[in-house]
């Protein structure tokens, strides 16, 4: 494919997909994923590179910031935007099956994003009941909402900075089962370590208005002891770690969360 082709609809998909594993300032054709990526659509890291910044002029969240992107946006592109955000159910677990197919050559493959490295294909750990029973369409919008709060939060426990991957979980703030408009909202997502995911999960955390951390009454009644202390006192009352240009958990849902949880 020549790099002056106009881009196609499934194109745009995938861009899509992983416009929203990037943060802002990742837009770079140097950037390693937009490389590896570029390679296998047959175009130039440049143009993609280009094309995901076009994009970021369509993104509300970004005009909230001041930042416009780079004019230029394409009518197929607006009518993409549009369609991928009105319709985040049906079109990112789309976007994901063909994302990972340029890559991935069986289902019990995968991929991953990981900025500053390159898109890495993984293989699925081996099948239980569990995994069989899950619907494709959604366990690829469970890898998705992973990737995009991971590699929002730099890939790092946004309240004690774990930078290990494999450890780190994207916990929600609303429960999956509750809203589904807001299941792969980035917004509805905060990059954990499994300990702490556990623990804002089961409502023994939470974090207020200035996004610091929140301890319950029943997780205090543990204190002293030492592997409280070490794991959540000396954390509260600090506000979540994210890069400048992460975007923030949506106030709204952190609401709902203390609310559930009697914080309030």
């Not at 804002?200 to 955390?205: C, E, N, S, W």
């Not at 202390?229 to 506000?239: A, N, V």
């Amino acid at each position: 494919m020549a790099a002056g082709n106009r881009w196609t609809r499934d194109q745009l998909l995938i861009l899509l997909n992983l416009y929203h594993k990037l943060r802002f300032g990742q837009f770079d054709a140097r950037q390693r994923v937009i490389i590896d990526l570029a390679n296998r659509l047959g175009r130039t890291p440049g143009s993609v590179a280009m094309k995901l910044n076009n994009l970021a002029s369509l993104d509300p969240a970004l005009q909230l910031r001041g930042i416009v992107g780079l004019p230029g946006a394409s009518n197929l592109d607006r009518a993409m935007w549009e369609e991928f955000h009105e319709n985040p159910a049906e079109l990112v677990p789309l976007s994901q099956e063909r994302f990972d197919a340029l890559f991935t050559e069986s289902g019990n493959e995968s991929t991953e994003v990981i900025p500053g490295t390159g898109i890495r294909r993984i293989k699925r750990p081996p099948t239980g009941e569990t995994e069989i029973t899950r619907p494709t369409k959604q366990r690829r919008g469970q890898d998705y909402f992973r990737e995009i709060v991971l590699n929002n939060y730099g890939n790092r426990c946004a309240i004690t900075g774990l930078p290990i991957r494999e450890l780190l979980i994207a916990s929600h703030i609303l429960p999956w089962s509750g809203d589904e408009g807001q299941r792969l909202n980035v917004r509805n997502g905060i990059c954990l370590n499994r300990l702490h995911d556990a623990a804002f999960d089961q409502g023994l955390i939470s974090f207020d208005d200035e996004l610091s951390l929140l301890l319950s009454p029943r997780l205090k009644t543990f204190l002293p002891q030492e592997s409280v202390r070490t794991s959540f006192e000396i954390h509260q009352g600090k506000p979540l770690d994210l890069p400048t240009d992460g975007i923030y958990p949506d106030a709204e849902f952190l609401t709902n969360h203390r609310q559930r949880f009697k914080f309030v």
